[in-house]
C-alpha cells in the first residue's frame, strides 16, 4: 500500500513518515495540493493523508480536484489538520469528499486504525455537490478562520501593548532610581572632596628659625610654632612644661628671689 503525505512542514512529513514506514507501509511525499497532483500523475497512490493550510493549493481544495478526477477519485484521502478542527472544518470536509477527518497530533494507531478501516472500502462519496455550494462553504469556512485569526491576533497586540506600557514604566522608575542614585553620588563626592580640602597635613622640609624657632610660611612669613600647626593643622594645642624647661623656670625664679632678698637687705 502507497500513501502520499501532503503537509507544507517537513518537520511533519518526516514524523508521519517514520510512522508509516515502521508498519512496511511504503511512502511519498509533497509540499502542497499542487505538488501532489503533479505526484498523482506519476505515481499510483492508494491513499492520501493531507494537511489543510498549505501554500498554492490547501488541503480542502486538493481533496475537491482528487474527487473531481476520474482517475483518482476512489483514492482513500484522510484530511489530518491541527489548525482546522471545528464542526465546521470538518463538515467542509465531508463535503469535498474527504473520507477521514483526524486531527493533529494524533497516535500512530489512530492513523494506521484509519488507513485500515478504508483499505479496501468504496469512497462514502458517490457524488460531488454542485461547485457553487462547495464554494459557499469553503469561503464561510475561510472567513471564520480569518476571523478567529483576527480576534487571536488582536489579543496578541493587546497583550504586546500592555508590555510594553509596563516595559516604559519600569524604564521609568529605573531612570528616575538612577537620576536619584547620580544626585546622591554627586552629592556624596562633593562633600568628599569639601573633606579632602579641609584635611591639613604638614609634610616635606619645613623652613625653622634655628635661633627663635619660628616657621615661614610660603609667603614668606614668619611664625611661631604654635601659630603655624593652628594655621596649618587640624591639631588643638594645649600648653605645658617639659621637665628641662621646668628645671630652668625654677632657677630663674630662685635667682629672681634671692636678687630681691639682697636688694632688701
Request: with cysteine; aromatic share 4%; hydrophobic share 40%.
Amino acid at each position: 500500500m502507497k500513501i502520499l503525505i501532503v503537509d507544507d512542514l517537513p518537520t511533519n512529513r518526516k514524523l508521519l513518515r517514520a510512522q508509516l514506514e515502521a508498519e512496511g507501509l511504503e511512502v511519498t511525499e509533497a509540499v502542497d495540493g499542487v505538488e501532489a497532483l503533479q505526484v498523482l500523475a506519476r505515481e499510483k497512490i492508494d491513499a492520501i493523508i493531507s494537511d489543510i493550510l498549505m501554500p498554492r493549493m490547501d488541503g480542502y481544495r486538493f481533496c475537491h480536484e482528487v474527487r473531481k478526477s476520474v482517475a483518482w477519485s476512489k483514492i482513500r484521502f484522510i484530511l489530518y489538520s491541527s489548525t482546522y478542527t471545528s464542526p465546521a472544518d470538518v463538515r467542509l470536509g465531508d463535503t469535498v469528499g474527504a473520507d477521514q477527518f483526524i486531527a493533529k497530533p494524533a497516535p500512530a494507531d489512530t492513523i494506521i486504525g484509519a488507513l485500515r478501516v478504508t483499505a479496501g472500502v468504496e469512497t462514502h462519496v458517490s457524488e460531488l455537490p454542485a461547485e457553487a455550494a462547495v464554494l459557499k462553504q469553503y469561503s464561510a469556512v475561510l472567513v471564520t478562520k480569518l476571523e478567529e485569526k483576527n480576534t487571536d491576533l488582536q489579543t496578541a497586540m493587546g497583550e504586546l501593548q500592555r508590555a510594553n506600557e509596563q516595559i516604559s514604566q519600569l524604564n521609568a522608575g529605573l531612570e528616575r532610581r538612577i537620576t536619584e542614585r547620580t544626585a546622591e553620588l554627586s552629592q556624596a563626592n562633593k562633600e568628599l572632596r569639601e573633606a579632602l580640602a579641609n584635611v591639613k597635613q604638614l609634610s616635606g622640609l619645613i623652613p625653622m628659625c634655628a635661633w627663635c624657632k619660628k616657621i615661614r610660611d610660603g609667603k614668606e612669613y614668619w611664625h611661631t610654632v604654635e601659630a603655624y600647626l593652628s594655621e596649618h593643622t587640624e591639631a588643638k594645642l594645649s600648653h605645658g612644661a617639659c621637665p628641662e624647661c621646668l628645671a630652668k623656670q625654677f632657677e630663674e625664679l630662685a635667682r629672681l628671689l634671692g636678687t630681691n632678698k639682697t636688694s632688701s637687705s
